[in-house]
């Protein structure tokens, strides 16, 4: 597979090295001296986007434009999903967009989900807290929005969420119910960058040959 990187950060770099352990080809890759816009994309089969909020859009509008299936784990510019969702569909392409795409935050997706319909009728407080790396742009993280839009639907109420910055932490999010008399709390820690890294580029090979818009729970459901 012949992969273009759409950032090249630690993220980028990281996918980077275990792509190739893998056997996968690295075509191309933008950074901010070698903006996304002016690299060719024709020799790749699909560009993974891990880049930031300001450029996300413009990196993946043109993998979409160039024909290119595109991976992204960018967060914090979702307000232009729908604008990238309805490209996506008019070029026939393809689109998968994670928050997170390590295998252990997908199944606390699932486990925060049902820990909230166990939760829905009982006097419990609700709240998220999460951790991460000094270098991360958005706060709060794309996985704490996710998480705190899960619980809110099941709920029916709003989550507080907080956020700490604290160098070279990869990611922690921890869900707290408190009440009068108890707490409950579950927590995904993350180790370092390799679950997301990886999670994307098994992605990007399942996402070869096919059309339409896609998250991490159809890769997961194969």
């Keep these: 597979m012949k992969i273009a990187i759409l950032g090249n950060g630690r993220m980028g770099k990281r996918i980077s090295e275990l792509a190739s352990e893998r056997g996968h080809t690295i075509v191309c890759s933008s950074?901010?001296?070698?903006?996304?816009?002016?690299?060719?994309?024709?020799?790749?089969?699909?560009?993974i986007d891990f880049s930031t909020p300001s450029t996300a859009l413009t990196n993946i509008s043109h993998a979409l434009n160039s024909d290119i299936p595109v991976i992204s784990g960018t967060t914090g510019w979702l307000e232009n999903l729908q604008e990238v969702e309805d490209l996506c569909l008019a070029k026939k392409g393809a689109f998968l967009y994670a928050s997170n795409f390590s295998l252990g935050v997908n199944l606390f997706f699932e486990l925060n989900k049902k820990l909230a319909k166990l939760m829905k009728n009982h006097n419990y407080k609700s709240s998220l807290h999460e951790i991460h790396h000094t270098q991360k742009l958005d706060s709060p993280s794309g996985t704490a929005i996710t998480l705190g839009t899960q619980m809110d639907e099941i709920l029916e109420h709003n989550t507080a969420i907080t956020a700490d910055r604290i160098e070279d932490v990869p990611g922690t999010h921890i869900i707290n119910y408190s009440s009068s008399v108890d707490e409950i709390e579950i927590k995904h820690t993350a180790k370092n960058r390799d679950g997301f890294a990886m999670g994307a580029i098994i992605a990007a090979e399942w996402i070869i040959g096919k059309e339409g818009i896609f998250n991490m729970q159809d890769v997961l459901a194969q």
């Design 31 to 47: 950074s901010s001296e070698k903006p996304t816009h002016t690299l060719d994309l024709s020799t790749a089969d699909v560009a």
